[in-house]
């Protein structure tokens, strides 16, 4: 899985909870959104400040697992519809 901060857009305070959790690559927002999925992250704001890219469903599934171990919510949850260009979207609520 690839992953990237959004410039200008601060990170939320959990952030550090995520990178410890995941094994993500960092790369360039733009080669992240080439990945088949798409999860974004929310900060206290309201903006999605993280981007991370998923090429399988199966690696999708283990970070929006690993997402919701860390007390997070997922607003798309209950639809197919993606929003924003993420598959799903987490954030504290």
Do not use: W
């Not at 995941?22 to 929310?42: F, M, T």
């Not at 309201?46 to 890219?53: F, H, S, V």
């Amino acid at each position: 899985m690839k992953t990237s901060l959004l410039d200008g857009i601060k990170p939320a305070k959990f952030d550090k909870h995520i990178i410890a959790n995941l094994l993500l690559d960092v790369a360039p927002a733009d080669e992240v959104r080439q990945e088949a999925l798409i999860v974004g992250v929310r900060n206290a704001d309201g903006e999605i400040y993280r981007l991370i890219g998923a090429s399988t469903h199966n690696s999708f599934m283990n970070a929006v697992e690993e997402l919701f171990d860390l007390g997070l919510s997922d607003e798309l949850q209950d639809t197919d519809e993606p929003l924003e260009g993420c598959d799903a979207i987490f954030s504290e609520q």
